[in-house]
Structure formats: C-alpha cells, structure tokens
C-alpha cells in the first residue's frame, strides 16, 4: 500500500478562508462517477503512487484559487450536472472548504462523490485530515484506496481502477446508477480550444 509521504513545507501553504485550490473543472463528465457530472480536481497530494494519473496535482502550490461560492454557483448554472465529483490530488487534504461545496449544491438537489487514496478506516480515525468526518457526511459516495499500478484494472465491469480500493454507497437511491467503467475516458473542449481528457486511462491532461 502507498503510504503518504511527510512534507515539511505542507503546513506553509495556506489557502485563503473560503477558497479551495483547484487543479481543473469539467462540467457534464460521464466517466467520473453516476449519471452527468460536475469534477473538481483540488491540488495537491502526499502519495505520489507510481502510474498516477494526475502527478500535476501532486503540488501543494496554489494553482487556482476559487472560491466555494463561485464555484457552488457555477457548477449549479449547468443544468446538466447531476452531481458532483471530487478528485485530485486528494480531496480529503481540503476537506472543510469541499464540505461546505458540497453542503451548497446537495441543498440544490445534487449528488456528492469522492474519490481519495485514503481508506475509509482512516478517514474515521483521528490520525485523520482536520475536516474529514465532516466531508464524509456530506458524501453519497466514496472510493477509497490509493492507487496501486500493479493491481491495476482497466475492464468494462469494474468501477474501479486498481484492485484494492473499494465503492463505499452511502446513499442507497444511487444503487441503480454505478455504471461507469474502468475503461472510458473523455475529451472536453474547452471554450479556449484548450482539452481535458478524463478517465482512467487518460490523466486529466490539459493539453494545447
């Protein structure tokens, strides 16, 4: 299992009170989680996993500062978006500021899910990122485990992406609706003629 690593300077990077540094943000993506989504891709992780999809979010740097919200608003502007996925770098190292994200869209009527490399063990005990319980009851859905490349999956049945993490449904009302694949990807043109490219076999690349 990879373990997270200590950084000296995390504790040095402060992110403004009602702010979440993000990576990037698609709206309408179908292979992040149930039905039509909104991601939120936060900055900044400890583990470093080999084969990791995203190593640009590794950084704990501001990247993009935006407030909750302003991004609240913009993902419920899209009448599209379902719900809301976060991702990363790991979600749950900016846990309070997504609480309150999604505290804002659920009270409009979306779904909540994350993806993170902690297990749900250890986001319940008290070695746990300030803010964790909190975001965790928020949530509809979580998948929990850091991603381990030689247990990699990449298949039409599985929701995950390496073998040992696992689907934790905490709202039964999506039992129906865990049909996305190990195997799809996306490609969303931006307004800029910028891409993204999302799924587990793409990183969420930004690409030129």
């Known amino acids: ?23 990037g943000y698609v709206d309408e993506s179908e292979v992040n ?44 502007n899209n009448p599209r978006n379902e719900g809301i996925t976060f991702s990363g770098g790991e979600p749950f190292w900016q846990a309070p500021a997504l609480a309150e994200l999604a505290r804002q869209v659920k009270a409009a009527g979306l779904n909540v899910m994350s993806f993170t490399g902690f297990t749900l063990e ?14 965790l009851e928020q949530l509809d859905l979580l998948i929990d485990g850091a991603y381990i490349e030689p247990l990699a999956v990449n298949r039409p049945d599985s929701l995950v992406s390496s073998s040992n993490q696992r689907v934790h449904l905490f709202n039964p009302d999506l039992s129906d609706r865990l049909t996305w694949a190990s195997d ?19 990183e969420m690349n930004l690409l030129e």
């Open 122 to 135: 250890q986001l319940r005990s008290p070695s746990a990122p300030a803010g964790a319980e909190d975001l």
């Open 33 to 76: 989680g149930p039905g039509c989504r909104a991601v939120v891709w936060v900055q900044g992780c400890l583990r470093e996993c080999p084969g990791c999809f995203n190593p640009a979010s590794w950084s704990f740097e501001i990247n993009q500062l935006m407030s909750i919200d302003t991004l609240a608003q913009k993902i419920l």
């Open 184 to 202: 799809q990807i996306e490609i969303h043109v931006l307004k800029d003629g910028s891409r993204i490219i999302t799924g587990y076999r793409g």
């Open 1 to 23: 299992m990879t373990q997270a690593k200590l950084n000296p300077d995390l504790e040095l990077i402060e992110i403004p009170a009602g702010n979440l540094n993000i990576m």
